[in-house]
């Protein structure tokens, strides 16, 4: 026999109690009347008597009891018990390749083939993975209602991901031995976002399904008033007759005819005039991935959001280059809602000039030859729902940039040499909505040489959002009612590092606007950041920053058919040896929960204490005659 929680036998002591309380209990002799005593004569009469217990077999129940109780929360098993046999868990592969004709049948007929394989003491349980997993069924020794849920199955439109079902499994098995197989078409992206691990207990069965198809879908789509341009793209090896069409979502179309090459790609442009809300484009290819015969966009009524660069001198505009250039890279047209202007001087800093830039985006750069005094403005304009960005750089002061954000929690000085380089940006939260939307480009980050920076302290209610390599935070936001600020404690004029020649700067800047300016910046949304499941298809959905419509749509990577061997797939998971003491404890617990031995010892001791209960009020017999 084992416990589980063996320190509850502690509460054996307990048993003490009442053998003390019998042990040293007085009988109470009961008032006798009697006539008067005054003439009797006083005798001191000795008694000695060895002390013993009362009601032996009372206090046997009640020791009883304890001992029961205190078992029952130890939690004991039998060990010798027969084992059961190890788990296994389907996972298999529901994303838009999975679409391909005949291929998600594939997977259910190779998924039934592992289950006929079992015998039917053996758990099983059901995962579905594509760019996130899900688990369908607990293992459970129903395989009925795996089959069942098996034949339910449909294709969705994410994206794969290999990680996710390994880890979703690994949590079903919970340490213990077993089997995971994975049905899958073998997408060789399904490891672009990071591996895994697996304990070397649990064996590794990979199902491959599928052949390469001939398949056509539409690769991009960017609406503005005067045109819309929709990217098709062959990626099978022969031609294709295709129809294209652009209109509303359930509304008229227009449409044109082309024949496109294998892995040939084609923009085509529709003329406008095309009036602000959601569009569609969609082709008419039978095969290959029904998911991605179909693009998204929104195209906004809006005029572009003004973005002002703040320097302090025009010998200090060079500064502003690079954050010129990454948001010409990303589009000035109202179709993107981002226009750029670099403003010099104390000028650019009065009141009437940033009460114009209220609910717009500020980005400060330099203050060389402005009065500490003429920053104060810039305070006031956060709490009056203005966004500000504070980089710190060979322009801008440290202390002089203090003024302004201290105030909201996030105090800045300079950098005395004495705490070596920053390193790298390391990211803090990757579910913060920046970090969230660069995706793999975070990677770059990681690779960002910085020599030099600010130091930067945040309270409340500010919150880090990148730190540096050494630890010291990198990139901080503050919020005060519609106000934001953002300060970054090293510089974009690739002066104190080299941030603005890696591929991730022009991402960087867009979703750092985006994610200040809300509502009115940016139009699509990526499938895999959707946290809704009401939303998680592709459509025109009011999921953007507050709410807006904003396009979601597959992520096209799928649409690559590079296919990873089955060894190759197992050689891209860590396998380290199983903690055996967690195997024991995990063993015990199924022991434990599947004997459910406890219960036993609450009735047996509901039943003591009933049968004490009625000893307790019997008629005592008195001890002693008096005669």
């Known amino acids: 026999m084992g416990l589980l929680a063996p320190l509850f036998l502690a509460g054996l002591a307990a048993i003490a109690v009442p053998v003390l309380l019998h042990l040293f209990r007085r009988e109470v002799a009961p008032p006798v009347p009697f006539t008067a005593v005054r003439f009797l004569q006083k005798r001191t009469i000795e008694r000695q008597e060895r002390q013993r217990i009362q009601d032996p077999w009372l206090l046997l129940l009640r020791v009883i009891a304890l001992a029961l109780l205190a078992f029952a929360f130890a939690r004991p098993y039998l060990r010798g018990s027969t084992e059961a046999a190890p788990p296994v868990v389907i996972a298999v592969d529901v994303s838009y390749s999975m679409g391909a004709p005949g291929r998600l049948d594939a997977a ?124 098709v793209s062959n990626a099978g090896q022969t031609p294709a007759a295709l129809t294209v069409t ?187 909505p920046v970090l969230a939307a660069l995706g793999e480009a975070r990677q770059d980050l990681a690779r960002t040489d910085v020599a030099q920076a600010c130091t930067m302290g945040v309270g409340a209610p500010a919150t880090t959002i990148v730190r540096f390599g050494d630890g010291r935070p990198a990139m901080a936001e503050a919020r005060v009612g519609t106000g934001h600020l953002l300060v970054l404690a090293t510089d974009l004029g690739r002066q104190w590092n080299n941030l603005p020649v890696q591929p991730a700067f022009v991402p960087l800047i867009g979703e750092v606007a985006r994610h200040l300016l809300g509502e009115g910046a940016g139009t699509r949304v990526a499938l895999a950041t959707i946290e809704d499941p009401r939303y998680q298809r592709p459509g025109i959905w009011p999921v953007g920053p507050r709410g807006q419509e904003a396009a979601v749509n597959v992520d096209v990577s799928e649409a690559d058919q590079a296919l990873v061997g089955v060894e190759e797939f197992a050689q891209a998971i860590a396998r380290p040896p199983a903690d055996e003491v967690r195997v024991a404890r995990v063993e015990a617990s199924r022991l434990e929960r599947d004997q459910g031995l406890w219960r036993y010892g609450i009735a047996l001791l509901g039943l003591t204490l009933l049968a004490e209960s009625v000893l307790a009020r019997r008629p005592r017999v008195a001890a002693e005659e008096v005669s």
């Open 246 to 432: 652009l209109g509303r979502p359930g509304g008229a179309t227009a449409a044109q005819r082309l024949t496109l090459d294998g892995g040939v790609s084609r923009e085509m442009l529709f003329p406008g005039p095309h009036a602000p809300g959601g569009f569609v484009a969609r082709v008419d290819h039978g095969g290959g991935f029904p998911a991605d015969n179909e693009r998204h966009a929104v195209l906004r009524d809006v005029a572009p959001t003004r973005v002002q660069v703040l320097v302090g001198d025009e010998v200090d505009r060079p500064r502003a280059l690079f954050v010129e250039r990454a948001f010409g890279a990303l589009g000035s047209s109202p179709s993107t809602g981002v226009a750029v202007d670099v403003a010099t001087g104390a000028a650019a800093l009065g009141r009437e000039a940033l009460a114009q830039r209220t609910g717009e985006l500020v980005i400060w750069l330099s203050a060389t030859g402005i009065d500490r005094r003429a920053v104060a403005t810039l305070e006031p304009f956060v709490r009056e729902g203005g966004r500000l960005i504070v980089v710190c750089g060979p322009g801008l002061d440290p202390r002089v940039a203090d003024v302004v954000t201290r105030p909201f929690g996030i105090t800045l000085a300079g950098d005395d040499g004495r705490t070596g380089t920053p390193g790298s940006f390391v990211v803090q939260d990757p579910r913060h």
């Open 108 to 231: 259910r007929a190779a998924a039934t083939t592992v289950l006929d394989g079992l015998t039917g003491a053996t758990p099983v349980g059901l995962v579905t993975f594509a760019d996130r997993a899900q688990v369908v069924a607990e293992p459970s020794t129903d395989h009925g209602a795996v089959r069942g849920q098996l034949a339910a199955l449909a294709a969705g439109p994410g994206a794969t991901r290999y990680a996710g079902p390994i880890e979703a499994a690994r949590g079903l098995l919970d340490g213990r031995p077993g089997r995971i197989v994975i049905v899958t078409d073998m997408q060789a992206r399904g490891w672009s976002r990071g591996t895994t691990s697996l304990p070397d207990n649990v064996q590794l069965d990979v199902r491959a399904v599928g052949a390469r198809v001939d398949n056509v879908l539409i690769r991009d789509l960017a609406m503005t008033r005067e045109q819309a341009r929709v990217v």
